[in-house]
């Protein structure tokens, strides 16, 4: 918006006092590299026609109408922040994690920082789902805590972490290898931790030529599944003893979480049903079909990584079914039966297309809305071209809410205080975890 309009301010608002979203609680600590985005966001905020407004939450703090009032444009780009569920019996035991809340957990997220996920009590951890982030919590979970120590982890996870008792992790996923959503680099990254024994059965890697078809078409696809062949070829035919192993289990659906023997409302195990694949290749939607074959797993940790969903705030016309805010190229759709955009509401971000895709995605994606903001200009539809009290008026509503606002130099006052803390103990930083403590420095 800044390029592409000179005149333009922008106003980032953020419910929590730390910016960078995902990049800061999503991205995992052992990707250092992903973050270095975060250069080109804090070039963003030290634009003199840009501000970052953080602890002002969407919802409670200001109203998304009074929002409205306020600006010409808002645009909508809070991501995804709740998880989906699997709606089986079970799923409230003590142990049963989404993997969203052991990721905010491990990297600081001041909401999930007392999580205490129980890694001491087993030695096996189930995490179902094959994405990305299934393989980050996994990697996570068996990779030596000294390589993690030289990270921006929190304190309190790699002290967890140290301590871990976990040895097993089974990655389990309702349908073949072939259609594991995983990429090829995260998965090589997972298969080269040093002495992990790998273990995928011989004849999950069977394809049909429904799977052939689909390889043919994804070179993705085609990559992953050579990875696991050749990890399935080359792994030992059992570990060695205080060997760390990970387990690829696939066609196992999720059917219901068994408490444990002792009754103590703590997660023992995962039934599951096996599967076939259904459907057309072609549609590159072969579904996993149960075939009234059940097996028990047991664990003491599950990490339920099968996606992430987006919450709607008053006001906002959200589609329920596909988790996101109808829209056409970022233009928000009204909710009445003739769906019509909205005037200068916009949406971009996990919240426009679901939860998929990497931060270039989101960058495309953003750029899309603003061509679409741009284009409305133009024509001079859909926003208003009356006087608006912008940044003033926030401001003042926030403070007779006795709101604290977090400038950005206020987080480059946390920043600072990370960065010191780190640097005593060899970690790029050490990430403040509470909100006590974050805004108790960002106010200092
Ligand atoms: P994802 O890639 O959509 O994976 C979701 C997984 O959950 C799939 O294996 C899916 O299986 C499974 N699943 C969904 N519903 C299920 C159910 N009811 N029962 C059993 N399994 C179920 O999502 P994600 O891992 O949360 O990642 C989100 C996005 O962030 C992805 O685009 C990912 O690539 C990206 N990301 C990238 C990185 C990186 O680049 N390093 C790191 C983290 C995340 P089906 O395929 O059968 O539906």
Not at 390 to 418: A, C, N, P, Y
Not at 425 to 432: A, Q, S, T
Request: a neutral charge.
């Amino acid at each position: 918006m800044l390029k592409a309009h000179e005149g333009a301010e922008v106003d980032i608002i953020d419910r929590l006092p730390t910016p960078f979203g995902l990049v800061r609680s999503g991205v995992a600590p052992d990707h250092p590299e992903t973050k270095i985005v975060i250069n080109q966001f804090s070039r963003v905020a030290h634009n003199e026609r840009c501000s970052f407004f953080g602890n002002v939450s969407l919802g409670s703090s200001i109203s998304l109408s009074e929002l409205r009032q306020f600006y010409h444009v808002v645009v909508l780009a809070y991501g995804a922040e709740s998880d989906r569920a699997l709606g089986i019996p079970g799923e409230d035991l003590n142990g049963v994690h989404s993997a969203r809340e052991f990721v905010w957990w491990y990297n600081g997220h001041p909401d999930f920082s007392n999580l205490a996920p129980d890694l001491k009590s087993t030695d096996t951890a189930i995490v179902l789902g094959q994405g990305n982030v299934a393989l980050d919590v996994a990697r996570i979970l068996l990779k030596p805590p000294t390589e993690l120590a030289i990270t921006d982890i929190a304190s309190h996870a790699l002290a967890a972490l140290k301590e871990s008792s976990i040895r097993k992790v089974y990655l389990v996923g309702r349908r073949g290898p072939v259609q594991a959503a995983c990429t090829a680099k995260e998965l090589r990254e997972i298969l080269a931790i040093k002495d992990l024994y790998v273990n995928i059965k011989e004849t999950d890697l069977l394809k049909t030529s429904a799977d052939e078809e689909e390889m043919k078409t994804n070179r993705i696809r085609r990559r992953v599944f050579e990875l696991l062949s050749k990890a399935s070829s080359s792994s030992a035919s059992r570990p060695s003893p205080g060997q760390r192993e990970l387990h690829f289990t696939f066609f196992q659906k999720p059917e219901k979480f068994l408490e444990s023997n002792d009754q103590s409302g703590h997660i023992g195990g995962v039934n599951f049903e096996k599967t076939i694949l259904k459907g057309s290749a072609s549609s590159g939607n072969q579904i996993a079909a149960g075939t009234g074959e059940y097996e028990d797993l047991e664990c003491g940790l599950v990490l339920k990584s099968i996606g992430y969903k987006s919450v709607p705030v008053d006001g906002l016309p959200f589609d329920h079914s596909k988790g996101v805010v109808p829209n056409i190229r970022g233009r928000v759709l009204s909710s009445s039966r003739f769906a019509q955009p909205e005037g200068g509401l916009y949406v971009c971000g996990w919240l426009k297309r679901g939860p998929t895709g990497i931060i270039g995605t989101n960058l495309y994606d953003a750029e899309e809305t603003v061509a679409s903001i741009s284009d409305d200009i133009e024509k001079r539809e859909r926003i208003s071209t009356s006087t608006k009290q912008g940044r003033e008026g926030l401001l003042q509503l926030l403070e007779s809410r006795k709101i604290q606002v977090i400038t950005f130099s206020d987080w480059e006052k946390i920043d600072s205080e990370e960065k010191r803390r780190g640097s005593l103990i060899r970690k790029p930083r050490e990430k403040l975890t509470t909100w006590k403590d974050l805004l108790e420095v960002a106010t200092r």
